[in-house]
């Protein structure tokens, strides 16, 4: 099997590639800083050493580096069965206080990459007549909360891409998950006061990933919502 995952360098897109690569899975990672992608890839290749894994460094807020990164993907590649969008930023803060250009750049990262990268790597997942397509929504796409801002409207709008993504490549064959987590033991939590043990850990995430991809091609888990047990973090 191969897989594409964006934003692997940390947190839980790491946490699905290690769950993948482990179990002998090729696959194409990126993220946007050099250091950080190659660490990780240098790591995950230890889980197994026969499976392939390109890290590459990639600005996806730029439609020109997302296009770039999936030819780059799919010549190391050859074929692409699972794709996982999770390239996210989050700067919190309020709709009316929030710097100029958090939008534009929030939506850029967290709706448009996987915009982008999706319609250069349907094709050939039509071609194969099979695929399976994950987008990282969060509980933020569900709910608004306050200094959600720009992040949960980028959330709100990734799942609404995944809803008519879904029904438009329903015929192709190719499979789409929206999966929104709830608060997820991350870095991105570093510097806010929550308790760890409060958390999901990423691992978690990465197994509903690995064990959709386990199921028949005629099912399909649409909207997989994951909270901690104890209910989401305030």
């Given at each position: 099997?191969?897989i594409?995952?964006?934003?692997?360098?940390?947190?839980?897109?790491?946490?699905?590639?290690?769950?993948?690569?482990?179990?002998?899975?090729?696959?194409?990672?990126?993220?946007?800083?050099?250091?950080?992608i190659?660490?990780?890839?240098?790591?995950?290749?230890?889980?197994?050493?026969?499976?392939?894994?390109?890290?590459?460094?990639?600005?996806?807020?730029?439609?020109?580096?997302?296009?770039?990164?999936?030819?780059?993907?799919?010549?190391?590649?050859?074929?692409?069965?699972v794709?996982?969008?999770?390239?996210?930023?989050?700067?919190?803060?309020?709709?009316?206080?929030?710097?100029?250009?958090?939008?534009?750049?929030?939506?850029?990262?967290?709706?448009?990459s996987?915009?982008?990268?999706?319609?250069?790597?349907?094709?050939?997942?039509?071609?194969?007549?099979?695929?399976?397509?994950?987008?990282?929504?969060?509980?933020?796409?569900?709910?608004?909360?306050?200094?959600?801002?720009?992040?949960?409207?980028?959330?709100?709008?990734?799942?609404?891409?995944?809803k008519?993504?879904?029904?438009?490549?329903?015929?192709?064959?190719?499979?789409v998950?929206?999966?929104?987590?709830?608060?997820?033991?991350?870095?991105?939590?570093k510097?806010?006061?929550?308790?760890?043990?409060?958390?999901?850990?990423?691992?978690?995430?990465?197994?509903?990933?690995?064990?959709?991809?386990?199921?028949?091609?005629?099912?399909?888990?649409?909207?997989?919502?994951?909270?901690?047990?104890?209910?989401?973090?305030?």
């Amino acid at each position: 099997m191969n897989i594409i995952i964006t934003g692997a360098s940390r947190g839980i897109g790491k946490a699905i590639a290690a769950r993948f690569i482990k179990a002998g899975c090729n696959a194409a990672l990126c993220s946007r800083q050099e250091t950080a992608i190659d660490a990780a890839a240098q790591e995950l290749r230890s889980l197994h050493p026969d499976a392939r894994v390109l890290s590459l460094a990639a600005d996806l807020s730029i439609p020109e580096a997302v296009r770039d990164f999936a030819r780059k993907a799919m010549e190391f590649l050859g074929t692409v069965d699972v794709l996982v969008n999770n390239a996210g930023v989050f700067v919190p803060g309020s709709i009316h206080e929030e710097a100029e250009g958090v939008l534009e750049n929030t939506l850029a990262v967290n709706l448009m990459s996987a915009y982008h990268l999706t319609r250069a790597l349907i094709a050939p997942m039509k071609d194969q007549g099979r695929g399976y397509i994950f987008n990282m929504c969060s509980t933020a796409s569900l709910r608004a909360y306050p200094n959600g801002g720009s992040y949960s409207i980028s959330k709100f709008a990734l799942l609404g891409f995944s809803k008519n993504l879904r029904e438009e490549l329903k015929p192709a064959g190719i499979r789409v998950s929206a999966i929104c987590p709830g608060p997820t033991w991350t870095d991105s939590w570093k510097g806010f006061e929550a308790p760890p043990d409060r958390m999901m850990q990423p691992e978690d995430v990465a197994e509903v990933v690995w064990n959709a991809c386990q199921l028949s091609p005629q099912t399909v888990l649409e909207d997989i919502v994951l909270r901690p047990q104890g209910g989401d973090i305030a």
